[in-house]
């Protein structure tokens, strides 16, 4: 059975695979957060290269002057079986295995310098690297950029802010233990560790005193106020530690030959032989073993339900995102075909009802059809002098004897002539309408919303066909409008004579031919027009029902079909290519969503949550 440990290991690497080390994470929830972990803090020369060496057992960090950790290090210790050969492993370089640890420094320097330049940034991109050695103990620390007061030559001024608010978002999770370590030979009121732990957790609860450079104090001095608790107060006790000097680094003093020489430091010491047992590099490592461990064991119901629910919501995110497209033409066309049926569907719903929009429609035969007939100017065509001029124009040399017939026409010509104007602006009104619709329900098809193009396209296919619907409406209309002028209403002027002659035998006229007689003409051709109004309120909306709403209905997509049919595997795939930025968001769901099952089901599988 593997340990807790080696199972968070596990989940941290994932993270990092994901993207996922803590801040602003897409939206997506972070596990990286709710991850126990041991972060490594102190200010510079602190010694915590030392120290993390010494938990190792081997040489394998970057040493120099100014700033040298500058990425996040995430150092998996896993312990192997006696007697095996020790290597070291890096996330980002996969099938690789260092045997040789002064690799291993090149490559963290060469990595850091990847993400960060050469220009000594810094970056909250964590390396990962896994130690699988014998000499170890199964625990992942995560070393720091050490904590500066001042930016060196080549480094932007804000790198000292920069640095801290790196470390402090580290450490401020509740989750993170905190290995703060302070050199002996300096007071422990101004060490840099003690300061940022104090903020982040003011109870001790999670914070590790370890007060490296022991061997280095003052003759006469010692740190014992410091380690049993009397001038800084922790919940778990100090640890000291002696790290090898500068002096052994440089004679590549064996870092085996380092822990025993700590080990005899320590039994020997007169001031500290009494903790001998809990002093030391190695104490330390199986303390913070034993610990992280019952921490973690602690935390897996809270692991798992974060893991539960990001399940849930990536599930979920997924469903709306829609599948990935298929990649064999024939499946493509039967995802267009699905989505312009969805399309098409909502379309109709917004003419039948059920959506708002169609209502616009009658809207323009019941208000703005009678509106503008109403306003059409037959004051002033049939007003008496019009109907004069008109009347003896029609007459020419010989005036009319009885009743002016060709006049008559003539008035009745001009005056259905203007019907033209309300006709087409019917027609247009409803075809804007139609537009309007189409995009609306193109915006409201939800299996649309991921193709542009191919929303692009239909909106263009679809306005083509109102185009011609529009054309052949604009016929019909006007032949309607013409129609009337084509053949009048005989009975109408039947009726109209026997009336004028009933009329005649019981009023004495004295002004036979004069402008009451053009009065009469011009009101019994206003009454002509208004039969004829009457008629074309009701018939030029039953026009444009036929030729544009029904046609719309019922073919607004035929266009588009016809060229559909005739495309190749290419043209449809460039009809369906996504927004990269939702293909890389669904790819980044489907990852995590696979990480986060497997997470789910090794926890669910393990004897140690029982
Ligand atoms: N004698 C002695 N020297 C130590 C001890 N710990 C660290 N040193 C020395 O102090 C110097 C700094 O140690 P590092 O371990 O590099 O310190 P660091 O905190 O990692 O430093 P930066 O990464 O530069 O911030 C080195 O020369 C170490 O040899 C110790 O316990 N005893």
């Known amino acids: 059975m593997e340990s807790l440990i080696d199972f968070v290991n596990r989940l941290q690497r994932a993270c990092t695979t994901l993207d996922d080390y803590g801040g602003g994470n897409n939206g997506l929830s972070s596990l990286w957060e709710a991850l126990p972990s041991v972060a490594v803090v102190g200010g510079q020369s602190s010694g915590k290269s030392s120290v993390l060496e010494s938990i190792v057992g081997r040489d394998f960090l970057p040493r120099g002057s100014g700033i040298v950790t500058r990425r996040p290090l995430v150092l998996q210790l896993h312990k192997t079986g006696n007697g095996t050969e020790e290597y070291a492993e890096f996330l980002h370089i996969t099938n690789k295995r260092f045997f040789d640890f002064s690799l291993v420094r090149k490559e963290i320097q060469d990595e850091t310098d990847r993400i960060t330049g050469k220009n000594k940034q810094i970056s909250s991109v964590p390396i990962h690297l896994s130690i699988y050695s014998p000499n170890v103990v199964n625990l992942t620390l995560i070393d720091l950029p050490g904590l500066t007061k001042v930016a060196v030559e080549g480094q932007p001024e804000t790198i000292v802010e920069d640095i801290e608010s790196m470390v402090r978002s580290y450490v401020s999770k509740p989750n993170c233990l905190i290995l ?11 060490s840099d560790a003690i300061k940022l732990a104090k903020e982040v957790d003011p109870a001790g609860d999670r914070t590790f005193g370890v007060l490296t450079k022991l061997d280095l104090m003052d003759k006469g001095t010692d740190a014992l106020d410091v380690i049993e608790g009397r001038s800084y107060r922790l919940q778990h006790p100090w640890v000291g530690i002696v790290n090898r000097s500068q002096a052994d680094i440089n004679k590549s003093v064996d870092m085996m030959v380092a822990r025993s020489k700590e080990r005899e430091y320590f039994e020997t010491s007169p001031e500290y032989g009494h903790l001998a047992a809990k002093m030391g590099s190695e104490y330390l490592a199986k303390l913070l073993s034993k610990l992280l461990e019952s921490i973690i064991r ?7 339900a974060l893991i539960t629910r990001s399940i849930e919501e990536l599930e979920r995110e997924l469903n709306q995102l829609g599948r990935p497209v298929a990649i064999d033409a024939g499946a493509q066309l039967y995802t267009i075909l699905g989505m312009c049926r969805a399309f098409e569907k909502i379309f109709k719903e917004h003419l039948d009802g059920g959506r708002p929009g169609g209502a616009r429609i009658y809207g323009i035969f019941d208000n703005q059809l009678p509106a503008a007939i109403k306003k059409l100017p037959f004051d002033r065509h049939l007003s008496l002098q019009s109907v004069k001029r008109i009347v003896s124009e029609s007459d020419g040399y010989q005036p009319h004897l009885i009743a002016p017939e060709s006049g008559y026409r003539r008035l009745i010509e001009g005056s259905l002539n203007h019907f033209r104007g309300p006709a087409e602006a019917s027609v247009n009104a409803v075809h804007f309408v139609l537009k309007e619709l189409v995009r609306k329900a193109i915006a409201e098809t939800e299996e649309l919303k991921r193709f542009p193009s191919l929303q ?6 679809a306005n083509l066909s109102l185009e011609k619907f529009r054309e052949e409406s604009m016929k019909s209309v006007l032949r309607l409008v013409d129609m009337e002028s084509s053949y009048l209403t005989v009975d109408f002027f039947r009726k109209l004579h026997i009336m004028e002659t009933q009329e005649s035998l019981t009023t004495t006229t004295t002004d036979q031919f004069g402008d009451g007689h053009f ?92």
């Open 180 to 190: 703060a370590i302070s050199p002996a030979n300096q007071d422990i009121a101004t």
């Open 519 to 610: 009065k009469k003409i011009a009101s019994n051709v206003a009454a002509y027009i208004n039969m004829v109004s009457d008629t074309l309120v009701k018939t030029i909306p039953k026009a444009v029902v036929h030729c544009q709403v029904k046609q719309a209905k019922l073919a607004l997509l035929n266009y588009f079909y016809t060229q559909i049919s005739h495309s190749q595997g290419k043209q449809m795939g460039q009809l369906l290519d996504e927004n990269p930025a939702l293909m890389e968001r669904r790819l980044q769901c489907a990852k995590r969503l696979e990480v986060y099952k497997k997470a789910r089901d090794e926890i669910d599988a393990a004897v140690w949550v029982r």
């Open 456 to 461: 692009i396209e239909l909106v263009a296919a």
């Open 298 to 304: 602690k935390r897996i119901p809270n692991i798992l």
